[in-house]
Nanobody, 126 residues
Framework: QVQLVESGGGLVQPGGSLRLSCAAS????????IGWFRQAPGKEREGVSC????????YYGDSAKGRFTISRDNAKNTVYLQMNSLKPEDTGVYYC???????????????????WGQGTQVTVSS
């Protein structure tokens, strides 16, 4: 059974940091491009970052550039999203998604991904 499980969310003060994890079970994450997405109440889903299976391609959404870092640990079958300098507007549910595709492909469009996790809540507030 293919499954993605996000963790690491929580409540953090503005300027703080969180590291989100996306752990895969039932498949080898190394063969998949992974995307991180978020959705705030009343807003559309937004692409935050993605990493290709080859690690050759990494994209960040405009809101994440310079503050967030995506990485993967294939030995742990896990992808991470390090989030620094968090702002209240970063609040939302964060999802990871996987797509079985090789080489340098990745995307910040949610419709390009077939497998999704259940999400983890991130709240940035003082």
């Amino acid at each position: 059974q293919v499954q993605l499980v996000e963790s690491g969310g929580g409540l953090v003060q503005p300027g703080g940091s969180l590291r989100l994890s996306c752990a895969a079970s039932g498949f080898t994450l190394a063969y998949y491009a992974i995307g991180w997405f978020r959705q705030a109440p009343g807003k559309e889903r937004e692409g935050v970052s993605c990493i290709s299976s080859s690690d050759g391609t990494i994209y960040y959404g405009d809101s994440a550039k310079g503050r967030f870092t995506i990485s993967r640990d294939n030995a742990k079958n896990t992808v991470y999203l390090q989030m620094n300098s968090l702002k209240p507007e970063d609040t939302g549910v964060y999802y990871c998604a996987a797509e079985f595709v090789g080489n340098s492909w990745c995307s910040l469009r949610g419709n390009d991904f077939d497998s999704w996790g259940q999400g983890t809540q991130v709240t940035v507030s003082s």
